[in-house]
């Protein structure tokens, strides 16, 4: 029986990742000056297409993966989800207090957040496993 090759979803992901950067250069600018509100709808939404087509990809190689990868991509993304919340906990008691001041669109910089240290956590947790990462 031929042997089933496992695709790399990597290289895709990287694509549709240049895609959402590309789109968000050039729409992003015009989703803030325009004052039509479907259109200024359709600019917004339009990079999260790309952006949750790289999720699923993701999330579908995790699922066919085997146990200990799936086992080091949960506790990797267990540690990222930690830091992700103790990062907008402090940012959201410092806005309460006034220390800081932050606006709506900051909220951007959750899943690049979560995105950094889950690829540094499943370096990590890895590497305990005696791989470099999954």
């Known amino acids: 029986m031929p042997r089933t090759r496992r695709t790399d979803p990597r290289h895709r992901v990287m694509l549709l990742m240049c895609v959402f950067v590309g789109l968000m250069f050039f729409l992003w600018p015009h989703a803030r000056t325009t004052t039509s509100m479907p259109l200024k709808t359709v600019l ?20 066919r993966s085997d146990e200990l990868q799936q086992r080091v991509h949960l506790i990797a993304m267990s540690i ?40 540094a956590s499943n370096l990590v947790v890895g590497r305990r496993y005696g791989s470099a990462g999954c």
């Open 44 to 63: 917004v939404l339009l990079p999260i297409v790309p952006m949750g087509t790289a999720l699923w990809l993701i999330a579908m190689d995790i699922v």
């Open 80 to 119: 990222a989800s930690g830091i992700t919340a103790a990062a907008t906990f402090i940012a959201g008691f410092l806005c309460a207090a006034g220390v800081l001041v932050l606006g709506g669109d900051d909220l951007m910089f959750v899943l690049p957040l979560i995105s950094v240290s889950y690829a």
